[in-house]
């Protein structure tokens, strides 16, 4: 896979430092993006989704954590090496992010429409006055009366901060958009209400996006590709239907397996045994064998590069075909 | 908002009464007695008695305080026991002097002590934040009379540069507005950081640098009027506490100020000038707390929603 | 976590190390009279000689003359360029010579009457104003004329009283150049002073009324000269015009008018107060007056309000002042270099005194508690622990008092003697440890409560035990006439410097009932005694009877007198104290010569 791709990461190893510990957050993640199509990654909380996001941003918090190897590129730049000013061209024009809790993600002392204008203004030489209109603009395009830019964030309810804050970050229509969890503090109604807003746009604009979830109902909605990542690695890869129809992977197989079946009846959900490793101290080994029920004596010991199992799916683990045995 | 400010002018005023009738009544029930103080030692008992009745000391308790309310409504606080001077025109005088060393102090203080706190935040774990923490230490650990002497003795003494004490001229004011904002941008630069290192973690500041706005607009347009409410609850506390402790410098460098007039009157026991300059403080500080809480809703708008809706 | 551990014990060791550097211990008692002027000029010493046994220790200074009528030169050898340099320094742009000295607080008020910042105003206001009649030197049998000119006994007053007129001269006039006359003499002392502020004068004099342009009469309550004297004659009794004191729009508050030899012409109150010589001086030096207030040795006096002690001595160090008195001991350590600055030491008028609750609610209603616990106590020790230097008292009225017996002296006044102490409490019946004395202690002066200390330490040397009562000026004047609030009070006694009976029949040793007096005690012929010497006056045998009575009976006991340091830059070539305080007019300067 060496021709240029939209989105191309490679040996993504990203480690943060606290209190003398080292955390492996990411390990070797590989990544792919197409032009107008949209990936999901998928896992627990703490599974590193959230690092890989702001890592193509470049925003992690800068003394605590390093990136260690690896590349992003974006249209073949790579986002690791680029300069500061770079950068700064790129985030909120080129590539956009939303983050999961709308409640805290706006200034609550400056008005909506500003917090709009801004990114307007900063990426594209307007007058104050066009930058505002632009502002209005949007706020009608995601479904909110055009004249409430003279607001505060405390003025509006949390599903329609949200669509703010995606109002914002399409403001000066990027390429890519990273929304992490864009909908998981929302309640369900809500919920549909924007991830409806979310393809119109994506559809409008046609615009990329790396959506982090762990619903996967959304994904099944809104995904194109799907990354499973647990322990910062990618575990599966794939597109919609193969993920969904052929999970490969047993934690994949394992999430599957934990959502209710409406026809089934049950009395308790199956879950996944056990807990996620401590990143702090990562197991030798395949990084999933401490809770996986197919493990075998060398799961424990040897680390299995992904492979293909049918074109355009990956998988991580090496017996993934012979589980059965 | 206007309502607001209206309502709180409004109570004031049983503040204010409140405080009138608690320094009346403190400083009849202390014991030691204005009389005997006036008259000096070789008075004997029953002149003190007939001092005592002709300034109406023996007068019951509520005659006492009903006409010092009565008077005070009228802004007439007497004079002094022992000088005879009006208090209202002593009052006049030297209030302007405490209030210019306070809010001069505050502004310093505010000055290099929110800029410092900034500046050790933005740096954190790095040289800079732990030389602005040492100095903070510094600031906060060395008593204020302290700090004033050692300043004398470097700049009035060795060098020549400013004169130790009174007033009179800008050169006057140096030294000790120099001593309380040292003591001052200490408290203000540890709060001033950990307010921001608080707003910092925001959620909406990584939405501002997703945005990819340059760093300092990032600190200054975004964090700063976000951590400045903490910042300006502390900025009203201490300008309660340069005019409480405004004494100490006033006595170092002899500025005739509220300070000293207040001690002094303690002392000996000179009721209308403690009472006048308790009122008087009073109010000061009831106008600077409601110029903090104005302040607020100039800064946080959901705060001045509050204001305009609820009250 | 662990630099800034490091940090805050570094900060800390800073600060320890500062403190030290800065108050490096002067050794205690070695001042010297500073370079020059070793002969204490015409202080006829009259106090503090007694004892001199072969080891007086060198912190008891019987050398010193006493504050209350002090010169002392203190020139320094100075080249005429540095002369002229100094006089040059001390010029003002219009040529008048100026000398600078610090107070330690603002007045307040300037008029001639009020109470509030006494010892400030004890400077300022002999200043501007002048009394009937003046002492300033020691011995004086009679006080000499300023204003007064000279009294007269009338008699015994019909409705109570005794009679005395008094004649005023004719050629005075206040700065403004108004005359003043006996009218104006009755306004300021009777109306005013008496009537408007409540001057002691009125616990001693019922009616004070004009008799012609130059005379008034005054009806004392006590009979004899003494009273007349302490309370009219010599007590500061200023006099004013009353068209001055009318015209003056706040009553002479900030704009006093008087006759003496200095002018107010500027005050910013709390910091600055400048007088000039008063250009209309009725007086002709030597000629009609020998008195130093009248004195203008200076044409400007700048006083500065500085209120922390340690910035005045600061200022002195940094020559921003010219004159400081009441200099701390261990602050004359910066003060050694005799090229720059002159220290002139003298005896304060104060003696540091033991006042003894001798009623029944007391604890030490037994006399012979009274005297164990004077012997128990070691004078000598709390000079030199409490204030450093000074003499020891032999009596509780003044040494200055030209009736002051020097045999008083060689007589045992309890001197230190632990083992009598035991002895008499033993015959008294107290068991070791059983007693417990409560002694009251002034805040101010601040060695007040270092001498309880001492005192406590020496009685329980003895097996008494004491307890310790430090309070405030007000609460002081509150609980003094509480007879169950203590047993012993320390307090410093100043007062008349003239006259012995004053002080034995003041209201300290007044026995009238429980809360007069300070002994709290009903005894009808020790009151007898006082009424009966006050009218006699000092000379009487009475009064020495006085010293006897309280002596034998402990009604009261002096410690001692510390040593008053006051020190002064070159300019001042003779430095001059009346009643312990500076005197500007009076001192000799550079360009005296």
């Not at chain 1, 599966?236 to 490969?248: L, V």
């Not at chain 2, 950990?194 to 973690?201: A, W």
């Not at chain 3, 409540?198 to 012609?212: F, I, K, P, R, Y």
Request: hydrophobic content about 40%.
């Amino acid at each position: 896979m060496t021709e240029q791709r939209f989105l191309k990461i490679r040996d993504l190893t990203i480690q943060y430092t606290s209190g003398g510990q080292i955390i492996k957050a990411v390990n070797g993640v590989n990544l792919d993006l197409d032009e107008g199509k949209t990936l999901a990654l998928v896992g627990e909380t703490g599974a590193g989704k959230t690092t890989i996001a702001k890592s193509i941003l470049q925003i992690l918090p800068h003394p605590q954590s390093k990136v260690v190897s690896g590349s992003i590129e974006l249209n073949g730049e790579d986002m690791i090496k680029a300069s500061e000013e770079r950068l700064r061209q790129i985030r909120g024009s080129e590539i956009a992010m939303i983050f999961q809790d709308p409640m805290t993600s706006l200034n609550p002392v400056m008005t909506v429409g500003d917090q709009i204008a801004e990114v307007i203004e900063h990426h594209q030489d307007s007058t104050d006055k066009s930058a505002i209109d632009r502002a209005r603009e949007m706020l009608e395009l995601v479904g909110i009366p055009g004249d409430r830019i003279k607001e505060y964030p405390h003025q509006f309810s949390g599903g329609m901060k949200q669509r703010v804050v995606i109002a914002m970050a399409l403001a000066c229509n990027p390429k890519l958009l990273l929304a992490d969890e864009p909908t998981s503090a929302l309640d369900v109604t809500i919920q549909a209400q924007v991830l409806e807003m979310i393809a119109k746009l994506r559809d409008q604009f046609n615009t990329s996006m790396v959506l982090i979830t762990h619903d996967l109902g959304i994904v099944a909605e809104a995904a194109d590709t799907v990354a499973i990542i647990y322990a910062g690695e990618v575990l599966e890869y794939g597109n919609k239907e193969q993920i969904f129809h052929r999970p490969q992977h047993p934690y994949t197989k394992g999430l599957f397996g934990a959502i209710p079946n409406l026809y089934v009846k049950a009395r308790r959900l199956h879950n996944i045994e056990g807990l996620p490793p401590d990143p702090t101290n990562l197991p030798v080994g395949c990084c999933f064998a401490p809770r996986c029920p197919y493990a075998r004596e060398d799961c424990k010991t040897t680390k299995f590069e992904a492979h293909e199992v049918e074109p355009g799916h990956l998988c991580s683990c090496a017996y993934a075909e012979h589980l059965e045995d | 908002m206007g309502r607001y400010i209206r309502n709180r002018l409004l109570w004031m005023i049983p503040v204010l009464i409140g405080v009138a009738v608690m320094i009346f009544s403190i400083m009849y029930f202390v014991p030691g007695d204005p009389a005997a103080i006036i008259l000096g030692k070789e008075a004997e008992e029953w002149e003190i008695l007939a001092l005592r009745q002709e300034m109406g000391l023996e007068d019951p308790f509520l005659v006492q305080l009903g006409r010092f309310l009565w008077n005070a409504l009228h802004l007439n606080f007497g004079e002094s026991y022992f000088t005879g001077i009006p208090v209202i025109q002593e009052i006049a005088m030297r209030m302007p002097r405490t209030t210019l060393l306070g809010f001069l102090s505050m502004f310093f203080t505010m000055l290099v002590g929110v800029p410092l706190g900034i500046y050790a935040a933005t740096h954190r774990g790095q040289l800079g934040d732990s030389a602005v923490m040492a100095l903070a230490l510094f600031g906060v650990s060395f008593p204020a009379f302290w700090m004033a002497l050692m300043l004398v003795l470097v700049f009035s003494l060795r060098l020549h540069w400013l004169p130790a004490t009174g007033i009179g001229s800008w050169k006057h004011y140096v030294l000790p507005v120099l001593a309380s904002t040292i003591s001052g941008v200490g408290t203000q630069a540890r709060l001033a950081r950990s307010s921001m290192l608080e707003v910092i973690r925001s959620d909406y500041i990584t939405t501002a640098r997703s945005k990819g706005l340059k760093e300092r607009e990032v600190i200054y347009k975004h964090a700063l009027p976000n951590a400045l409410l903490p910042i300006l609850t502390s900025a009203g506390a201490r300008l309660a506490h340069i005019f409480g402790g405004s004494t100490v410098i006033e006595t170092v460098f002899s500025i005739p100020g509220i300070g000293t007039y207040m001690i002094n009157a303690v002392n000996n026991r000179d009721y209308p000038i403690v009472r006048a300059s308790v009122l008087v403080l009073a109010i000061l500080f009831s106008l600077v707390m409601l110029l903090v809480d104005l302040a607020y809703a100039f800064v946080d708008p959901r705060i001045k929603a509050r204001y305009a809706g609820a009250k | 976590m662990r630099k800034m551990k490091f940090l805050s014990l570094g900060l800390s060791a800073l600060m320890a190390i500062t403190m030290i550097g800065c108050g490096e211990s002067a050794p205690a008692g070695t001042t010297t009279g500073g370079g020059g002027g070793g002969t204490a000029a015409a202080t006829e010493s009259g106090g503090g000689s007694g004892g001199e046994t072969a080891n007086t220790p060198d912190y008891i200074r019987n050398d010193l003359g006493p504050s209350s009528f002090f010169i002392q030169d203190t020139k320094i050898e100075l080249s005429d360029a540095e002369k002229q340099k100094i006089i040059a320094d001390h010029t003002d742009a219009n040529g008048k010579t100026f000398v600078t000295i610090a107070l330690v607080d603002d007045p307040g008020s300037l008029c001639a009457y009020g109470s509030g910042a006494s010892k400030v105003r004890s400077v300022l206001l002999p200043i501007v104003y002048q009394p009937l009649f003046a002492r300033d030197k020691l011995g004086m049998k009679e006080p000499a004329p300023v204003i007064g000119e000279s009294w007269e006994y009338v008699g015994e007053n019909p409705n109570g009283g005794f009679d005395w007129t008094v004649k005023i001269k004719e050629n005075v006039y206040d700065s403004a150049g108004n005359h003043i006359t006996a009218e104006d003499v009755v306004f300021s002392i009777w109306e005013i002073g008496v009537g408007k502020y409540n001057a002691q004068l009125g616990s001693w004099c019922t009616n004070m009324e004009v008799v012609d342009e130059y005379t008034f009469k005054a009806t004392m309550t006590v009979d004899g000269f003494m009273t007349l004297d302490v309370r009219l004659l010599s007590g500061n009794n200023y006099v004013f015009s009353k068209a001055a004191y009318e015209a003056s729009p706040d009553g002479m508050i900030t704009s006093p008018v008087g006759t003496g030899p200095y002018v107010l012409t500027k005050w910013e109150t709390g910091s600055t107060l400048t007088f000039e010589k008063n250009e209309n001086a009725w007086w002709v030096a030597a000629n009609d007056m020998t008195i130093s207030r009248e004195m203008q040795n200076v044409d400007k006096i700048n006083f500065k309000v500085i209120k922390d002690s340690a910035q005045r001595t600061i200022a002195l160090e940094a020559g921003e002042i010219d004159y400081l008195t009441s200099v701390e001991e261990t602050d004359l350590v910066q003060f050694q270099d005799p090229a720059k600055f002159t220290i002139a030491d003298s005896l304060a008028s104060q003696r540091d005194t033991l006042y003894f609750n001798a009623s029944e609610k007391g604890n030490i209603s037994d006399v012979r508690v009274r005297q164990a616990i004077c012997y128990a106590i070691d004078n000598e020790a709390i000079i030199l622990g409490a204030v450093n230097s000074g003499v020891l008292c032999y009596t509780v009225g003044p040494t200055t008092a030209s009736a002051y017996n020097k045999k008083w002296e060689t007589e045992d006044y309890y001197n230190y003697n632990p083992d009598k102490a035991r002895e008499l409490l033993k015959e008294a019946g107290i068991k070791d440890g059983e007693l417990t004395v409560v002694i009251m202690t002034e805040n101010a002066p601040a060695y007040n409560t270092r001498v309880a200390e001492i005192i406590q330490g020496y009685l329980e040397e003895v097996g008494v035990k004491a307890e310790l009562k430090p309070v405030d000026g007000a609460l002081f004047s509150e609980y003094k006439y509480d007879p169950t609030s203590s047993d012993i009070i320390i307090a410093t006694t100043g007062g008349n410097a003239d006259y012995l009976a004053p002080s034995y029949c003041s209201n300290d040793y007044r026995t009238k009932g429980e809360t007069t007096g300070l002994t709290h005690l009903d005894n009808p012929e020790w009151t007898d005694l006082q009424e009966r010497a006050m009218v006699a006056g000092d000379g009487s045998q009475l009064v020495e009877d006085c010293h006897y009575y309280i002596k034998d009976n402990v009604y009261g006991y002096a410690l001692f007198s510390a040593t008053l340091h006051t020190v002064v830059t070159p300019v001042i070539t003779e430095v001059r104290l009346l009643t312990g305080f500076e005197v500007p007019g009076a001192n000799k300067y550079l360009w005296n010569e």
